[in-house]
């Protein structure tokens, strides 16, 4: 072993003593037609962790939270939650395990208010069987209250909030039934420089209550300030994982450009011999 090696073997030996490792993907693989979306990808995550997850357009990112959000079936590889095997088949099934994603779209019901968004689907009732709109407004202040305590526009559709907001009506709706891990992806693609350190800010409150989130995001400023680790893929395989610490900006385009892995990261199937 290489001293690059040892020391990279001793940095990731940090790594998994980490507290409680609450997502083991072990060589997951799915393939639509002839094309290996995902191929053979394993990666952790643990408790409180922001892992960024990286890579070109069509590397397989979205694939792979796909296959932990119950979206899309493996073909193969295993999933283990909190150290016990999972069987993730849909998203109700990943939704059981505490695992909530937040998708790009947001998939937010436009033309109703933040209450209404948060309990979609999952209504609370009365004992008379009614809406209870006065407990679901009550909660929904008390969670936006602990994301955004300058949000006031709960009368109001989310239509016609601001694209931060809306995020963090999406985000409240994921943490709201108790979500112990979080996947986002693209979160602040959409949104300007201001709303972006802004979600950033909710990033940070999460981890510190403990959730784990899956990050994915082209914005290597973004990831540098919020992951712990990173995770870069390319042809559907990943290129290696490195704590953010280990490795420079210029090492991990290198990884996503060439596929060339670093002294501080462990390589993965996908990491070129250069
Ligand atoms: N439902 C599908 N049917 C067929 N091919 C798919 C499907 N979903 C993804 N793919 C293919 O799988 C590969 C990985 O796509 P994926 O969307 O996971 O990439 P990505 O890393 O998220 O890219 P982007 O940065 O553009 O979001 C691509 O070649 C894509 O065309
Ligand atoms: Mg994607």
């Known amino acids: 072993m290489s001293s690059a090696e040892a020391a990279a073997a001793s940095l990731n030996q940090a790594d998994t003593t980490l507290a409680d490792k609450v997502i083991e993907m072990r060589d997951v693989s799915i393939a639509f037609g002839g094309i290996r979306a995902v191929d053979k990808a394993s990666l952790d995550l643990h408790r409180g962790e922001v892992v960024a997850v990286l890579g070109h357009n069509g590397a397989g990112k979205s694939t792979l939270i796909k296959i932990l959000s119950g979206a899309y079936k493996r073909d193969s ?25 937040i998708y790009q779209t947001l998939a937010l019901a436009d033309n109703v208010d933040t209450a209404a968004n948060l309990y979609l689907g999952r209504e609370l009732r009365t004992w008379m069987g009614t809406l209870d709109d006065a407990a679901m407004e009550s909660k929904a202040r008390e969670v936006m209250g602990r994301l955004n305590p300058r949000f006031q526009r709960f009368k109001e559709p989310v239509k016609a909030l601001s694209g931060g907001q809306r995020q963090s009506v999406a985000i409240a709706r994921a943490i709201l039934f108790d979500a112990q891990i979080l996947i986002m992806d693209e ?54 994982t490195a704590p953010v610490h280990a490795v420079t900006k210029d090492e991990v385009l290198g990884m996503i450009i060439l596929g060339k892995c670093p002294p501080g990261a462990t390589a993965g199937p996908g990491a070129v011999d250069i």
């Open 187 to 240: 979160p602040t693609a959409a949104l300007g420089p201001q709303e972006t350190a802004g979600v950033a800010d909710l990033i940070k409150q999460l981890k510190a209550d403990g959730i784990s989130i899956f990050l994915i995001s082209h914005d290597i400023e973004d990831v540098f300030d919020l992951a712990d680790r990173v995770a870069v893929m390319k042809n559907g395989q990943i290129v290696g």
């Open 77 to 101: 590889g295993s999933i283990h939650v909190r150290g016990a095997e999972a069987r993730i088949d849909n998203p109700r099934d990943a939704k059981a395990y505490g695992i909530e994603t």
